[in-house]
């Protein structure tokens, strides 16, 4: 039963209002099934080709390294191209983890950014990141450090300006008074990182960036493990809107993820609502990151929701956002769609454990297209083993020609 307390119902005024329209959900399709675990899939969508590339790392305890840094290539109906090939080179014995990835569609490749252990015992976090080209990696483009300052830095994230031709990568930077604060490095392909700072004057965490493609701009999210902030830089690593506090309320807030619709940005976060209980909120802003009306909930039932993700439909003026809910110790990916108008769906449900299944589907993330998003989660394989699995679907808003890439018997077909 969901519930609405008077906090809520006093924001029911500002909040989204209903969006009519239905979803239609693609196959479910298995991007990795390799015997290890996987975790942390990030999605970017490919304009030029009309597909997506999905990365994520994996946990094989008994390897040396423990955790490599993957990616598959899925098309434009979700349905995977090619194999499962490594994103950066293991040969070292390094752990490389918590991978992100953006296209350049100027240059036709991808930049996929992690995190690197750069003395093999996690003694010096590094980023790492390497170029892929648009169908995989060319064994000409070799991986180069990001941000090697000596300290810890871990937890990029990644957007690009294809204006200006700049990538912008994000990441927490260890402090010997703070802890934490959150710094960048931007670079043109093949150029040298410029390092910078975003928010070095406090305790921040969690990083997450989206470029504005109305004022050639990055929105960058983060918190203070308590509250969420957005602070806007150009592409020359210059804040541009000072840091601004998104939610100021009296219970702990954290893990924020941002998206761009043209010049509007929205802000989705985790809500600590009570101790073992956590919602999902969000907030619209608007391109200088000052609130476009009150915070409002995304997601919040006596069920845990958590880690949202958020994409806009390429070109489009939509956003979807995702995230885990557990309910009696099973995963869910659900999802949620906020037009720029604040027009919401209610939430519904990517994938839920069908009868007879456990755990399922948790850290979604999610790209979007011209016609939908692709929605990529952390599957539980329910063949008696520990493993966990990527697997991915496609979501559209109307009935798209060619969706169905296999007849209905196919669609809980699993494609190696």
Not at 37 to 53: D, R, T
Not at 177 to 199: E, K, Q
Not at 362 to 373: D, K, Y
Not at 385 to 403: C, K, N, Q, S
Request: a negative charge; one cysteine or more; aromatic letters at 14%.
């Amino acid at each position: 039963m969901r519930r609405f307390p008077l906090l809520v119902l006093a924001l029911l005024a500002s909040a989204p209002a209903p969006l009519g329209a239905q979803l239609t959900m693609g196959p479910e399709a298995a991007v990795s099934e390799q015997d290890c675990s996987k975790f942390a899939p990030q999605v970017a969508y490919n304009s030029l080709h009309e597909e997506y590339l999905v990365v994520w790392h994996d946990l094989c305890a008994s390897g040396t390294p423990a955790n490599h840094v993957y990616g598959r290539r899925l098309d434009r109906w979700g349905k995977p191209v090619g194999g499962v090939f490594e994103v950066g080179a293991s040969t070292d014995g390094r752990n490389r983890w918590d991978a992100a990835v953006v296209y350049d569609s100027v240059d036709d490749h991808y930049l996929v950014t992690y995190t690197y252990d750069y003395n093999g015992d996690a003694s010096d976090l590094d980023i790492r990141g390497r170029y892929l080209a648009w169908n995989g990696p060319d064994p000409a483009s070799l991986e180069f450090p990001i941000a090697l300052t000596g300290l810890d830095e871990q937890g990029s994230r990644v957007a690009y300006s294809p204006l200006s031709g700049i990538f912008v990568v994000v990441h927490e930077r260890e402090h010997e008074d703070l802890g934490s604060v959150v710094a960048g490095a931007l670079f043109a392909y093949g150029s040298s990182p410029f390092w910078f700072n975003v928010a070095a004057s406090a305790l921040r965490v969690n990083p997450d960036i989206v470029y504005d493609s109305f004022y050639n701009l990055f929105a960058v999210a983060y918190d203070d493990q308590s509250e969420v902030y957005v602070t806007v830089v150009d592409d020359a690593g210059d804040v541009f809107f000072p840091e601004v506090t998104v939610s100021n309320s009296n219970r702990p807030e954290a893990y924020p993820a941002v998206a761009a619709c043209l010049a509007q940005y929205l802000v989705a976060w985790d809500y600590q609502w009570e101790v073992d209980d956590f919602d999902i909120w969000a907030r619209y802003l608007y391109s200088n990151a000052q609130p476009d009306g009150d915070t409002f909930p995304v997601a919040q039932t006596y069920a845990g929701e958590r880690t949202p993700r958020i994409a806009c439909l390429f070109g489009g003026l939509e956003y979807l956002v995702v995230y885990s809910e557990e309910v009696a110790g099973d995963d869910v990916a659900c999802g949620n769609r906020y037009t720029s108008t604040k027009v919401w769906s209610g939430m519904f449900e990517i994938r839920a454990p069908a009868e007879g299944e456990t755990g399922i589907a948790s850290w979604p993330s999610t790209a979007g297209g011209p016609i939908g998003w692709l929605v990529a989660w952390r599957h539980q394989r329910q063949v008696g083993t520990p493993y966990t699995d990527i697997h991915a679907r496609m979501v559209w808003e109307l009935f798209a020609d060619g969706f169905e890439w296999g007849s209905t018997e196919s669609w809980s077909l699993r494609f190696p």
